[in-house]
Nanobody
Framework: QVTLIESGGGSVPAGGSLRLSCTAS????????IAWFRQAPGKEREFVSG????????SWADFAKDRFALSRDYVEKRLYLQMNNLKPEDTAVYYC????????????????????WGQGTQVTVSS
């Protein structure tokens, strides 16, 4: 299992930006698919974006693909989620999650697939 730690949340006005980071440790991180999820109060946890730690295509939720971006830091074993043009509806706790990549790509948009989770970081966007 990998251990995941998120950071970078905070409070911003609508239209602002934040960069979240997910730092991985423990098992060989290159074996894993890493994703970002978010959960707003009273709502289910929803997929934001995901990618293999090493390389490969990135999957995006429709609400994120034109405003958010992913990047990697292989030295620090971090995956960054750059969020731009934030909206009040982006307010949520954002979680980093990981699962060993099996190659079939099935279920990677579902929170139930993931075996490791970070503690979450709060993002609040005011109108």
């Amino acid at each position: 299992q990998v251990t995941l730690i998120e950071s970078g949340g905070g409070s911003v006005p609508a239209g602002g930006s934040l960069r979240l980071s997910c730092t991985a440790s423990g098992d060989t991180v290159s074996y894993y698919y890493i994703a970002w999820f978010r959960q707003a109060p009273g709502k289910e946890r929803e997929f934001v974006s995901g990618t293999r730690y090493t390389t490969g295509p990135t999957s995006w939720a429709d609400f994120a693909k034109d405003r958010f971006a992913l990047s990697r830091d292989y030295v620090e074993k971090r995956l960054y989620l750059q969020m731009n043009n934030l909206k009040p509806e982006d307010t949520a706790v954002y979680y980093c999650a990981a699962v060993r990549f099996t190659g079939d790509g099935l279920g990677l948009n579902s929170a139930k697939t993931y075996t490791s989770w970070g503690q979450g970081t709060q993002v609040t966007v005011s109108s």
